[in-house]
């Protein structure tokens, strides 16, 4: 259990990068800027000395980690020194000016660590884009690095891991990201407001760029609706496709020749205008499927402007817990709940390390001098992970959140009691859609369900899969409980 410390940032980081490779277990501490090394014998901790003097912050809070040989080479963004400014109209300030992004290379044999490359803007409000993912590059022995948290140097960049020369590879904003086939696949992300407007993938034999923007999101959505604010969580390679989770759901299929398989979107996890999503955390292959998280606070705010407070509340709301997704095509499954959020997974041995953090990262004017979350890893053995009966869950959905956008996209599976309980102001209607999540994925059928005033039970006992649900006409006053047993 790692406490509240110093380490001046906004809000909580956690446990980021978590990887065991060679007998090693790595992961870096979040906001500290602590790298740990656990071997057998003994522990090595790195607090990003070769960057500069301290004290340090940051680290990484994306999970930018890959290995090969006997290395280990992780990323992200670090202030070396930070530099707490203090409170400003009752909130906090950090000085951007000593921000780096970086990559290191840790050797396991030597358990010595090396500065591969690093960039700063040294600007007092403005950074470089921070190192959000690392993608390992076979063909040309290098690393291929998502950047688009910063100002400026976005996009996908090339690093020769040797001599840490870097050269630009796509001048799109790109998160995450994972190889597929010969490609290495980010998403494409001008906009961070908007989110993910489609995938770009790096051809490694022929290097060049192959771009596939999505027009129309509700032309590919199984339930045939939109999704909005489509901030990027992690990318994953599974069953001959590429898998893109972002707040909403995820995409699914093949980027690259979507004339073979067109690239669909699936619902999943979706709560409008809320944090709940599956962001600043990663995926797991496990016993041939994939393992995904949906993290139940993120993000959020406390300092903001008046006429910003009542957006806030409504961004800071909690809808349930933290959920954890088993997906072996055509099911999902919920194995597991927990807390505010699950910042990092890896498989050791027959085990799942999983670190969590009780608290989100925050935005603004929320800056403070200190880590303010607690922070652990825990244990779960593998298979009784993957074959755990689904744990009972809530989930409360305001309908000052939702009006009459499309919500949900719950997984029904092995849950004998499933059903709404909604309380509505007026007469209006639900509508429900029930998919699976195959290869590719089938819209199996469509509810409608009229609601009188007061409180009303959907029984959903008739669906098996997963559901999507949309209020045929807005009812801000609307509560909605999800409730599976």
């Known amino acids: 259990m790692f406490k509240p410390v110093y380490g001046p940032e906004w809000g909580s980081g956690g446990v980021f990068g978590l990887t065991?490779?060679?007998?090693?277990?790595?992961?870096?501490?979040?906001?500290?800027?602590?790298?740990?090394?656990?071997?057998?014998d003994s522990e090595t901790v790195y607090r990003f000395e070769l960057l500069g003097s301290g004290p340090a912050s940051g680290g990484d809070t994306y999970n930018a980690v890959d290995y090969v040989d006997d290395k280990i080479y992780f990323g992200g963004w670090v202030h070396k020194p930070?530099?707490?400014?203090?409170?400003?109209?009752?909130?906090?300030e950090i000085d951007f000016r000593n921000k780096y992004s970086h990559i290191h290379e840790y050797d396991v044999a030597e358990r010595r660590v090396r500065l591969v490359w690093s960039d700063s803007v040294h600007h007092e409000y403005e950074w470089a884009g921070e190192v959000s993912q690392i993608v390992y590059d076979p063909l040309s022995d290098s690393l291929l690095i998502a950047r688009a948290d910063g100002m400026r140097n976005l996009g996908v960049y090339r690093v020769d891991r040797n001599t840490g020369r870097a050269e630009e590879v796509s001048n799109v904003p790109a998160?995450?990201?994972?190889l597929y086939q010969e490609y290495a696949c980010f998403d494409l992300q001008p906009d961070w407001?908007?989110?993910?407007?489609?995938?770009?993938?790096?051809d490694l034999v022929e290097r060049k760029l192959v771009k596939n923007f999505i027009e129309d999101w509700s032309r590919i959505s199984v339930d045939g609706c939109a999704v909005e604010r489509r901030g990027s969580g992690y990318a994953v390679t599974g069953y001959a496709r590429y898998w893109h989770f972002f707040r909403g759901g995820l995409l699914v299929g093949n980027p690259v020749e979507p004339e073979v398989e067109e690239l669909v979107f699936i619902r999943m996890f979706d709560f409008p205008g809320t944090p709940y999503a599956p962001h600043r955390s990663n995926a797991l292959p496990l016993g041939g499927g994939i393992?995904?998280?949906?993290?139940?606070?993120?993000?959020?705010?406390?300092?903001?402007?008046?006429?910003?407070?009542?957006?806030?509340?409504?961004?800071?709301s909690i809808v349930g817990p933290t959920t954890l997704v088993y997906i072996t095509p055509p099911v999902a499954r919920i194995v597991a709940t927990l807390g505010a959020r699950v910042t990092s997974m890896a498989k050791k041995g027959e085990s799942v390390l999983i670190g969590v953090s009780n608290t989100p990262n925050l935005g603004g004017?929320?800056?403070?001098?200190?880590e303010n979350g607690w922070r652990e890893i825990i244990e779960w053995r593998e298979d009784a992970l993957i074959n755990a009966p689904s744990p009972p869950a809530v989930f409360r959905v305001l309908g000052s959140t939702v009006l009459d956008h499309p919500f949900g996209g719950i997984p029904l599976t092995g849950y004998k009691v499933k059903a709404l309980r909604i309380l509505s102001s007026k007469p209006n209607a639900l509508r429900i859609v029930e998919y699976d999540i195959g290869l590719p994925p089938v819209r199996i059928e469509e509810d409608r369900v009229v609601l009188k005033?007061?409180?009303?039970?959907?029984?959903?006992?008739?669906?098996?899969?997963?559901?999507?649900?949309?209020?045929?006409?807005?009812?801000?006053?609307?509560?909605?409980?999800?409730?599976?047993e």
């Not at 998160?175 to 994972?178: D, E, F, S, T, V």
């Not at 004017?365 to 200190?370: E, I, N």
């Open 20 to 40: 065991y490779y060679k007998g090693v277990v790595y992961y870096t501490l979040a906001m500290e800027g602590e790298a740990h090394f656990h071997h057998e």
């Open 82 to 92: 930070a530099v707490y400014k203090g409170r400003v109209n009752g909130g906090g």
């Open 175 to 178: 998160l995450k990201g994972a």
């Open 193 to 202: 407001k908007r989110g993910v407007d489609g995938v770009q993938c790096y």
């Open 291 to 316: 393992l995904a998280v949906f993290n139940s606070y993120s993000h959020g705010y406390i300092h903001v402007a008046p006429e910003g407070r009542a957006r806030a509340r409504l961004f800071n």
């Open 365 to 370: 004017r929320d800056a403070t001098p200190l």
């Open 453 to 484: 005033e007061g409180w009303n039970r959907v029984d959903l006992s008739n669906h098996s899969n997963i559901v999507s649900f949309r209020l045929e006409s807005p009812d801000e006053k609307a509560l909605i409980y999800i409730s599976l």
